[in-house]
């Protein structure tokens, strides 16, 4: 909705590369073009480029995806200010992250604030999320929105997700538990491990060997994600998964580890 | 989708008229043109009006939304053969009539023909919908569908309530039997009554006094719909109730009208 509200055929939307792949698709249909702004070094803002793409609209997911980086509220706050188009930050994987960007919607006209219930609320069979920005961005999107873009079992489950925050809470902090061990063990065994403010993990093997990793897990019926691209194919993403999950995958490292280092 | 799909800015979609009035908000949000096809006598389908308007997509309600008439099969046929653009054929409400089009899809290469849960299965709040159409015109509407877009709550329950095929066929002759009873005594009561093929009647009191009626009902709690709009602000469209919301209804009216005759 976002897209087709504020882009139209040949306007520019800008997003740090890489991030989500769905964004060049969702400016595809809308016939916008899309420029890729670079991160700047250890995935910061590249808040100047971004400026200077000359854009009607600015993509942040925050945390990133596929690097699960986060950047301060205090950083898009000034992106913000200086962007003179709509900024959207897409807080799909907020959750799981110390801060967020719904604070920052008062005092900005142009920023729109997005969250999903298909990460945190692990309901992605819902389809359901939201967008919180002021009221003069709202009426535009409610121009463009269906007349009931949400069913009533939909609306009535998400309600009761949001309602039970002592149990999201309880599973985010299983999560991030989990994933400081499984950051810990592949540092262990000499991964680079980028931060993560997401529930997934993305880092590179040792000799950047993505592919192989990804390839070998698969052998073995666990699934990790690779993408074959610039900066990012000496990686993998791993989804946390349950402290079983993360034992069975850290298991199968340590035998292909052990397996090559015996040929 | 279908709008978003066949229609770009300036371009013409036909439609004969009066009929639902989403799509000319629908026509209006993607920038397309509408052209208004009045209706032949007896609400017979304009089809040579229609041709010559020039439109890039024609949209047909069937059984049509407020009159309840309907198009048979065989000229919708006729027009699908002789029009070079997209015609949609809304079934919304055709589990009420007594033909359907689905038939004509596989030899009618532009034809899309789409349908609802919403009226025919009782299920509005699931906002469930689908079309049948060739493969070489659903692969253009699956480029501009979002990934996901039916829950997975809302493809069980609208899954579960299609196999259920008696049950709905047995909500079907309720509602057929109450139309034909309602009619039959809102013309003992001198009504014109159009013939229904749909969950509604659409009629003119005596003295085509369509406004005087919405506002007399609804003063007792009964909500029928008044349009006021030419062809339309003499009648009323009543949507067939349970057989005590219909005996309620008559009463009211009886009431009303042994009031006026007291006055």
Chains 1, 2 share one sequence.
Not at 186 to 207: C, R
Request: glycine share 6%.
């Amino acid at each position: 909705i976002v897209v087709q509200t504020v882009l139209g055929p040949g306007d520019l939307l800008a997003c740090p590369d890489p991030t989500y792949s769905l964004y060049p698709v969702l400016a595809d249909i809308d016939e916008a073009k899309l420029v890729n702004v670079p991160w700047e070094a250890n995935w910061s803002l590249p808040t100047k480029a971004l400026l200077k793409a000359g854009a009607r609209a600015i993509f942040l997911a925050n945390p990133n995806a596929p690097s699960g980086t986060f950047v301060s509220p205090e950083r898009i706050a000034e992106l913000a200010e200086a962007f003179e188009g709509v900024l959207l930050v897409d807080e799909a994987y907020v959750d799981f992250a110390d801060a967020h960007c719904i604070g920052l919607v008062k005092e900005c006209p142009r920023l729109i604030v997005c969250r999903t219930l298909s990460k945190a609320y692990s309901l992605a069979g819902l389809r359901f999320g939201y967008a919180v920005a002021q009221p003069s961005i709202i009426e535009q999107l409610m121009k463009v929105k269906d007349s009931y873009n949400c069913d009533a079992i939909s609306i009535i489950a998400a309600t009761a997700a949001i309602k039970d925050q002592a149990y999201a809470a309880w599973t985010w902090e299983q999560v991030r538990g989990e994933r400081q061990r499984l950051a810990e063990a592949l540092e262990a065994m000499d991964w680079a491990v980028i931060p993560s403010h997401a529930n997934f993990i993305f880092a590179a093997p040792p000799g950047g060997r993505g592919k192989e990793i990804y390839l070998g897990l698969k052998q073995q019926g666990i699934l990790v994600r690779h993408f074959d691209k610039p900066h990012l194919r000496d990686k993998v993403r791993i989804t946390i998964g349950t402290p079983q999950e993360n034992n069975a995958l850290l298991l199968a490292l340590k035998q292909m580890s052990a397996g090559e280092k015996a040929a």
